[in-house]
């Protein structure tokens, strides 16, 4: 008699269990972990060997004595970071002068002017699939886009020594979220970075965002691009940041059905996905997106299971009823 009902919630136990764990953290990262071997290590130690590290030592020659020194902070490049960043394969002195190699750098250098990403990237076939052009496009419709005359470019976000794709390769969804965050409040949490751009600017995101409920584990689950950017659908990373006004402040842009973050946050994924015909999965995989999680297969197993137990009641009452 109650076998029917008890086999439906196993049934409802297995699909749950093929949909994947629900908690989207704990996940193993699929980064490669051989180290890279750069054929400029040799040359780079030049550089690394101040540069590396939070203190540095030269010969003073007037004085005939060695100084060591503190290197400031936005000075130091690690090591780690250079290498296992895009840009890895590359020797200090392709982006820079090569007259950096003398200590005391010669003054002018301050004014050397840098290659931006487009100088290299630019309608080159090899990189067709980052869409540099249309990033490049959209970044000049962006709010930082009018800052570029205090010193904003492509690089205040990509870090030149440290930059790394996620989105596209990381397989760690929280992960994610964190690195691409920490980009934007690496400026964002700090007043004197906001400052050396904008004399009235704040640095209070805690504040600006109170409207938000658990906006800890909001910053853990979207990133801030999710809200400011305007969607896009030819590139994978939206790079125009709106106005503050524009920015999303409805809680059901995200959490329906059609949530804003199936064209964004899980863009990529959701495309394997879709493939595979089971669209919600990536949303009961990663995190548990209130009202955005609802799946056919489970709606219908719910009404099944619903009308089970409607059934067994009214078979229950049937054989009362006999017994009376
Ligand atoms: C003997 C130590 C030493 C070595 C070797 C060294 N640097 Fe520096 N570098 C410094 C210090 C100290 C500063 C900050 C003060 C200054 O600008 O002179 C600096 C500043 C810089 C700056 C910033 C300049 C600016 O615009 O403010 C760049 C870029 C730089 N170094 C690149 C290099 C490169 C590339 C190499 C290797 C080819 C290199 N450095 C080797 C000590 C060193
Ligand atoms: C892909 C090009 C590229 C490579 C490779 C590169 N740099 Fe840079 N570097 C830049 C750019 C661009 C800036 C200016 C960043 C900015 O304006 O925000 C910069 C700035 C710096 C600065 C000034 C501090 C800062 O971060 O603004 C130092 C010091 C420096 N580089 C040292 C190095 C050393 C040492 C290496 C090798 C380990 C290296 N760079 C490799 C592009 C590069
Ligand atoms: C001096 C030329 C130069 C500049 C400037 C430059 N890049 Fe690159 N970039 C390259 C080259 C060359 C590679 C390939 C490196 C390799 O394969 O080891 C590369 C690799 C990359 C990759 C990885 C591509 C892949 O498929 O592995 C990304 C992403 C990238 N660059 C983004 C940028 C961004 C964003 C900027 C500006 C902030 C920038 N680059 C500036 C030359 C440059
Ligand atoms: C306000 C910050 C910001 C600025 C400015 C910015 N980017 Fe990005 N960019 C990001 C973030 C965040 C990502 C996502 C990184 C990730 O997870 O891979 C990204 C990703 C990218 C990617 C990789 C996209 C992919 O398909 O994998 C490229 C290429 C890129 N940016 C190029 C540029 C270029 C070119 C410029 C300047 C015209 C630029 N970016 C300016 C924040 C910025
Ligand atoms: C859930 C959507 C959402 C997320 C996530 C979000 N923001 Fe916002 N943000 C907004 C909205 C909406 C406003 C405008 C608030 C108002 O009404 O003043 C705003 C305002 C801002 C402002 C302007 C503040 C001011 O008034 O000067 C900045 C800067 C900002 N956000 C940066 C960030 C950064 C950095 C992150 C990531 C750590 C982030 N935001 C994440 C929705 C979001
Ligand atoms: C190099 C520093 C820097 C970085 C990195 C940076 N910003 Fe900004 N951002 C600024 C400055 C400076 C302003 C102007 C502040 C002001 O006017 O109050 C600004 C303004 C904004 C505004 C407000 C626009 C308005 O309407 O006034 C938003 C929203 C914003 N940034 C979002 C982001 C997001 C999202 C990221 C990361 C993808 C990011 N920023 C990365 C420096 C930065
Ligand atoms: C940019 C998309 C987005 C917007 C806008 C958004 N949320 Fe969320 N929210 C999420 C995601 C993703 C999670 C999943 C958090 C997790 O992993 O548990 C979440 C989780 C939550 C949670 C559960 C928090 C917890 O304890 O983990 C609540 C409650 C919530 N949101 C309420 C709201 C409300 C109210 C609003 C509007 C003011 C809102 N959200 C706007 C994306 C969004």
Request: glycine content about 6%; some cysteine.
């Amino acid at each position: 008699m109650m076998k029917l009902p008890v086999g439906l919630f196993c049934l409802f136990l297995a699909v749950h269990a093929t949909a994947g764990p629900v908690s989207g953290s704990g996940q193993v990262q699929s980064t490669d972990t051989a180290r890279f071997v750069s054929p400029f290590h040799e040359k780079n130690e030049i550089c690394f060997k101040c540069h590396g590290q939070d203190r540095y030592e030269y010969s003073n020659e007037n004085l005939g004595t060695v100084v060591k020194d503190i290197m400031c902070t936005d000075r130091i490049i690690g090591r780690d970071g250079f290498y296992g960043s895009n840009h890895r394969s590359f020797a200090c002195t392709d982006c820079h002068s090569a007259d950096y190699a003398v200590f005391p750098h010669p003054g002018e250098l301050r004014m050397e002017l840098k290659y931006n990403c487009l100088d290299c990237h630019g309608g080159d076939e090899a990189f067709a699939t980052y869409s540099f052009e249309e990033i490049d496009a959209e970044y000049r419709e962006s709010v930082h886009y009018r800052l570029e005359e205090y010193g904003f470019t492509c690089w205040s976000c990509h870090d030149p020594h440290s930059y790394m794709i996620k989105t596209r390769n990381s397989s760690n969804l929280r992960e994610t979220i964190l690195y691409d965050n920490n980009i934007c409040m690496k400026c964002h949490s700090d007043l004197s970075r906001i400052r050396l751009m904008a004399e009235e600017g704040e640095a209070d995101i805690v504040n600006k965002h109170d409207w938000l409920p658990n906006q800890a584990s909001h910053f853990r689950s979207v990133r801030c691009i999710e809200c400011h950017t305007r969607i896009s659908d030819s590139i994978l990373v939206a790079h125009q940041i709106m106005k503050k006004e524009e920015a999303v402040k409805l809680c059901n842009e995200c959490h329906s059905q059609n949530s804003l973050l199936m064209a964004s946050l899980y863009k990529f994924k959701s495309k394997e996905q879709r493939r595979d015909g089971f669209l919600n999965g990536i949303i009961l995989n990663e995190s548990y997106v209130i009202g955005a999680n609802r799946n056919k297969y489970l709606n219908i197993l719910s009404i099944v299971i619903f009308i089970a137990v409607f059934a067994v009641i009214g078979v229950h009452i049937v054989f009362r009823i006999i017994r009376k």
